[in-house]
Nanobody, 121 residues
């Protein structure tokens, strides 16, 4: 059974950086692809970045060039390095497997508690 614990969020000024971590147990890293999602206040959950077993990455247009997704298999941890943060990056960030329904904003199934990122202007 998958268990996900996100951490690393906080309050940061625009232009700053944060690194989010997702400690995973169970079969999480056996998935074809894993991903970071975020849910801004009052909006749908959206895909931020994904990473396949083969190492291919995919980023939302809004974060390309600023965010980097990576994994450490030995530590069973997924990371999201965020740089040049903007106020519009404010959201609760979640990790999960990369699935079409999750990309569409579906919030059912299992999710961790998320980690809050607030970017002040």
């Amino acid at each position: 059974q998958v268990h996900l614990v996100e951490s690393g969020g906080g309050l940061v000024q625009a232009g700053g950086s944060l690194r989010l971590s997702c400690a995973a147990s169970g079969s999480f890293f056996n998935a074809n692809a894993v991903a970071w999602y975020r849910q801004p206040p009052g909006k749908l959950r959206e895909l931020v970045a994904s990473l396949t077993q083969g190492g291919s990455t995919n980023y939302a247009d809004s974060v390309k060039g600023r965010f980097t997704i990576s994994r450490d298999n030995a530590k069973n941890t997924l990371y999201l390095q965020m740089r040049m943060l903007k106020p519009e990056d404010t959201a609760v960030y979640y990790c999960n497997t990369d699935q079409p329904q999750y990309r569409s904003g579906y919030t059912g199934g299992y999710w961790g508690q998320g980690t809050q990122v607030i970017v002040s202007s």
